[in-house]
């Protein structure tokens, strides 16, 4: 089974900008999605990004313009690319992983593997 490892999170001001690491062990070779999720304490886990293994991206519309989500093949890891963080961008963020299908990721279902979370803390 793959395990997945982020990295990156730590407390920055608004208007800053983190870049959260994801790191798959061991390779994931099958065509797959890979996402990140957040959740604030107290609000349900909602979806930020998805990645597919064509290179194939989405965003949720709060996020879009400010993160980008991308993989490097080498390394094996999704990262997320977080600028212009807002106070409501706090959250624990989750790295996950599922088997690609022929809708795509961006529904964000079918995870298989989570990641254990890295916080973002964004302070006014």
């Known amino acids: 089974q793959v395990q997945l490892r982020e990295s990156g999170g730590g407390s920055v001001q608004t208007g800053g900008s983190l870049r959260l690491s994801c790191t798959a062990s061991?390779?994931?070779?099958?065509?797959?999605c890979m996402w990140w999720f957040r959740q604030a304490p107290g609000k349900q886990r909602e979806g930020v990004a998805?990645?597919?293994?064509?290179?194939?991206?989405s965003y949720t519309s709060s996020v879009k313009g400010r993160f980008t989500v991308s993989h490097d093949n080498a390394e094996n890891t999704l990262y997320l690319q977080m600028n212009s963080l807002k106070p409501e961008d706090t959250a624990t963020y989750y790295c996950?992983?599922?088997?690609?299908?022929?809708?795509?990721?961006?529904?964000?279902?079918?995870?298989?593997?989570w990641g254990s979370g890295t916080l973002v803390t964004v302070s006014s």
């Open positions: 061991p390779w994931i070779s099958s065509p797959f």
């Open positions: 998805s990645y597919d293994s064509d290179g194939r991206t």
């Open positions: 996950a992983t599922g088997p690609l299908v022929a809708v795509g990721c961006g529904y964000y279902s079918g995870v298989n593997v």
